[in-house]
């Protein structure tokens, strides 16, 4: 089966620790991305990625890292600068280019207290 | 900039109605336009998109979209909706000169009741 994994589905963590989330994509897609969902809000673009070893800052990147040294995967690290990181994640991936629709993973809802 | 608006937070129909989900756009280039669904705890599933041609899309579950330039729209409609529609819906937009990012609207709630 192709699609988008993301792991884990649910993840609890105390303030003041990083946390990073994985996302794996078997699609053979270039570019993937990370969206923050919270109730009313839609989906804020945390970062994207085009192309292997590069990457760009989306609308909120601010308290996140990402790293895209492979081509499947492009997981992204909460940090303990993200001031109210309790959210809906999301990854997702599309055949590099603008007229591509993007395919998502599950999701992995992070509650940190 | 390119920004997307769903003016309403809630739509509810009755099963075997039609069934309308309002989106509008501002891009300042040529807009590539998408329609997203989203079932609880789930992740997005693509359900169709405007490129160019037509302005009538049609997508996947019996959904169709249509693009009306001179309004800036791109509303989803259903001819008879089914309980199972109910979901979130989310309208997308790309600039065609801005390869990488779409941004997409706060979505709106659909509830079909039988």
């Known amino acids: 089966d192709g699609g988008i994994t993301q792991s884990p589905k649910y993840l609890f963590r105390k303030e003041g620790q990083n946390v990073t989330l994985s996302c794996e994509q078997n699609?053979?897609?270039?570019?993937m991305y990370w969206y923050r969902q919270d109730p009313g809000q839609g989906l804020r673009l945390i970062y994207y990625?085009?192309?292997?070893?590069?990457?760009q800052k989306g609308d909120i990147a601010e308290g996140y890292s990402v790293s895209r040294e492979k081509k499947e995967s492009f997981p992204l690290t909460v940090t303990s600068a993200q001031k109210n990181p309790t959210a809906f994640y999301l990854c997702a991936s599309s055949i590099s280019g603008s007229p591509h629709e993007q395919y998502f993973g599950p999701g992995t809802r992070l509650t940190v207290t | 900039a390119q920004s997307v608006a769903q003016p309403e937070d809630q739509v509810n129909v009755a099963e075997g109605n039609p069934l309308t989900v309002k989106c509008t756009y501002s891009v300042s280039g040529n807009p590539y336009l998408f329609w997203y669904v989203q079932y609880p705890n789930r992740g997005l599933q693509f359900l169709l998109k405007?490129?160019?041609?037509?302005?009538l899309v049609k997508g996947s579950y019996g959904f169709e979209a249509e693009f009306n330039k001179s309004q800036t729209s791109f509303h989803l409609k259903k001819p008879s909706a089914l309980v199972s529609d109910s979901a979130l819906y989310f309208c997308?937009?790309?600039?065609?000169?801005?390869?990488?990012?779409?941004?997409f609207g706060d979505g709106t709630t659909l509830t079909v009741k039988p």
């Open positions: 990625s085009q192309i292997v070893n590069d990457f």
């Open positions: 997308a937009v790309r600039d065609g000169a801005n390869a990488g990012k779409s941004t």
């Open positions: 699609l053979n897609h270039d570019a």
């Open positions: 405007y490129i160019t041609g037509d302005n």
